[in-house]
């Protein structure tokens, strides 16, 4: 079973910055993608950014420009850096690994914008 933690969440004021983290139980080039969703109150899951072994990554509209996905082999962590954040960003923001059909996820992290 793989496991994923994710850290790094918080209340900010709309504009600031977090940096989410996601620290997976097995080495993460191991997947085919690693990535990040949020789910706020009475909306859909939907993929906020992703990243593949190869590197490529994808990112929602809503984000572009202001979050990055980064990762970390050694630390088989992948990371969220949101800037610019607003308070339509506030969610529960949940990391996940697929590997072919199989995907797994974490707990989740809670970030609250502030306006």
């Known amino acids: 079973q793989v496991r994923l933690v994710e850290s790094g969440g918080g209340l900010v004021q709309a504009g600031g910055s977090l940096r989410l983290s996601c620290l997976v139980s097995e080495n993460i080039f191991n997947f085919n993608w690693v990535g990040w969703y949020r789910q706020a109150p009475g909306k859909q899951h939907e993929l906020v950014a992703r990243i593949n072994v190869g590197g490529k990554t994808d990112f929602a509209e809503p984000v572009k420009g202001r979050f990055t996905i980064s990762r970390d082999g050694a630390k088989n962590t992948v990371y969220l850096q949101m800037d610019s954040l607003k308070p339509e960003d506030t969610a529960e923001y949940l990391c996940?690994?697929?590997?072919?059909?199989?995907?797994?996820w974490g707990q989740g992290t809670q970030v609250t914008v502030s306006s």
């Open positions: 996940n690994v697929v590997f072919f059909s199989r995907i797994f």
